[in-house]
């Protein structure tokens, strides 16, 4: 079965478990698996050793059990992640984390989304495009900035499934297609 698939589950399944609890419960369980997240990505030994089928599912589960008792996580999200242990699914932890998150973004109707420009924006400007973005959708928009001189001038505004590329590298690419094809 494909990793993507399995992540949407094993997250759809602990984001059905928290919101029994309630919103904040699922706040709670969010970060408890960004801060294991941090940890993990802070140490690719860890990884490595969550990873290799050399060392058993016991000893794997003992590491991991100390790791979540020094990050504090919740109960459930420690059994969360002890499942995911012995059912060997910790490799996929990162695409779990990612797929609960979308989950939490969609319970509290915000959309993610990227901006790329070529050179750095202000606070302001930031501040600015932001409010004109949730403006035109009439959505809660979480916006990443990004910068790419590669796009020479312009911007690509990537909104949920929606990409609105206006950067001057893309309107070079369509007016050197015109002149090769002698419009």
Known sequence: MNGDIVAQRYARALFDLGRQEGMSQLEKYG???SALE????????LVRLF??????IAEKRK???????KVGVDPVVKNFCLLLTDKERLPLFGEIVESFG????EAWGIVRGRLLTAVNLSKEQ?????????KQTSK?????FEVDPSILGGVVLQVGDNVLDASLRAQLA???????RGE
């Not at 979308?102 to 973004?105: C, G, Q």
Request: glycine share 8%.
């Open 140 to 144: 809660q928009i979480a916006l990443k």
């Open 63 to 69: 590491v991991l059990s100390g790791i979540l008792d």
């Open 31 to 33: 970060e408890n698996l």
């Open 38 to 45: 941090g940890v993990l990505q802070e140490s690719p030994e």
């Open 102 to 105: 979308k989950l939490l973004d």
């Open 51 to 56: 990873k290799t089928p050399v060392i058993g």
């Open 126 to 134: 930031q501040a600015g495009i932001l409010a004109r973005i949730e």
């Open 174 to 180: 369509i007016l050197r297609d015109i002149i090769k």
